[in-house]
T-cell receptor, first 114, second 117 residues
Framework: SQTIHQWPATLVQPVGSPLSLECTVEGTSNPNLYWYRQAAGRGLQLLFYSVGIGQISSEVPQNLSASRPQDRQFILSSKKLLLSDSGFYLC?????????????FGPGTRLTVL | AQSVTQLGSHVSVSEGALVLLRCNYSSSVPPYLFWYVQYPNQGLQLLLKYTTGATLVKGINGFEAEFKKSETSFHLTKPSAHMSDAAEYFCAVSDRAGGTSYGKLTFGQGTILTVHP
């Protein structure tokens, strides 16, 4: 069966520090991968999605970036964190073509920027 | 562009009472529709989804939802609430396959369900 991992589970970082969040998927090949941010009271916002290694699409302009160095690895990064980057970050995967398959979510990373 | 509206950011019911969480969507094409549940500090778990076929969809934990095209709605119901149903619920819509729409979901703002004894 497929599983999705995220780490770290929680993170507290000072403003201006770098960020690296990692997501890995097991039990499937060539998944579509997604990064979402969930800020308090603001629902889920799609940040990035990827349909293959090295293929990243950004949904919103921000100081975050994403990379996909391996088929089942998705990394969210920042060079300098802002207070507004605080939130709950969720990674998700889906198989197959657009809209045909369900997105499955990881356990999330709680990021607090101080 | 697609959009999802969940009426009521908070819903409170008594244990054993009917649960009704409302979702209306806007889509230029026949949509795929989803309901997810999120427990505190956890990821989202799929409750049910509508793609094609029967418009009444049954999901896990006794939940079901009915796709009503004429009303552009996909409300979530459960006949009898349980304390363990307390969580946040998200409705989402996805374009059908085609073009460059790679499974992107548009989520509603969420509804927090409280169940009291």
């Amino acid at each position: 069966s497929q599983t999705i991992h995220q780490w770290p589970a929680t993170l507290v970082q000072p403003v201006g520090s770098p960020l690296s969040l990692e997501c890995t998927v097991e039990g499937t090949s060539n998944p579509n991968l997604y990064w979402y941010r969930q800020a308090a009271g603001r629902g889920l916002q799609l940040l990035f999605y990827s349909v293959g290694i090295g293929q990243i699409s950004s949904e919103v302009p921000q100081n975050l970036s994403a990379s996909r160095p391996q088929d089942r690895q998705f990394i969210l990064s920042s060079k300098k964190l802002l207070l507004s980057d605080s939130g709950f970050y969720l990674c998700a995967w889906s198989a197959g073509l657009a809209g045909l398959d369900t997105q499955y979510f990881g356990p999330g990373t709680r990021l607090t920027v101080l | 562009a697609q959009s999802v509206t969940q009426l009521g950011s908070h819903v409170s019911v008594s244990e054993g009472a009917l649960v009704l969480l409302r979702c209306n969507y806007s889509s230029s094409v026949p949509p795929y529709l989803f309901w997810y549940v999120q427990y505190p500090n956890q990821g989202l778990q799929l409750l049910l989804k509508y793609t094609t076929g029967a418009t009444l969809v049954k999901g896990i934990n006794g939940f079901e939802a009915e796709f009503k095209k004429s009303e552009t709605s996909f409300h979530l119901t459960k006949p009898s609430a349980h304390m363990s149903d307390a969580a946040e619920y998200f409705c989402a819509v996805s374009d059908r396959a085609g073009g460059t729409s790679y499974g992107k979901l548009t989520f509603g703002q969420g509804t927090i369900l409280t169940v009291h004894p």
